[in-house]
């Protein structure tokens, strides 16, 4: 059974810091390459991170670069987003996301809320 969870959400002040985790189960999760992305209130789902299968390439969209890092330990079947000087703007609902890279199948997380807010 194919199992996707994130954890590690909460309500933050700006400035501050969370790290997100995916922990992930029935499936070859160093088959996968890994993404996260958010969707905030009113607001289409956008990616705001990725890394391929090995970890050996990250990207990062725009308005997170130099914030934010993800990782893998695919050891322990797990990915985590660790994410500094956090904006109100960052408030979203974070989901986690593996794709195979070949068959391109995809599992998603349910999320997890982030709240930045004084």
């Known amino acids: 059974q194919v199992q996707v969870v994130e954890s590690g959400g909460g309500l933050v002040q700006p400035g501050g810091s969370l790290r997100l985790s995916c922990a992930a189960s029935?499936?070859?999760?160093?088959?996968?390459?890994l993404s996260w992305y958010r969707q905030a209130p009113g607001k289409e789902r956008e990616l705001v991170a990725s890394?391929?299968?090995?970890?050996?390439?990250?990207n990062y969209a725009d308005s997170v670069k130099g914030r934010f890092a993800i990782s893998r330990d695919n050891a322990k079947n797990t990915m985590y987003l660790q994410m500094n000087s956090l904006k109100p703007e960052d408030t979203a609902v974070y989901y986690c996301?593996?794709?195979?890279?070949?068959?391109?199948?995809?599992?998603w997380g349910q999320g997890t809320q982030v709240t930045v807010s004084s």
């Open positions: 029935g499936f070859t999760f160093s088959s996968y390459a």
């Open positions: 890394i391929t299968y090995r970890g050996s390439i990250t």
């Open positions: 996301n593996a794709r195979h890279i070949v068959t391109q199948v995809m599992y």
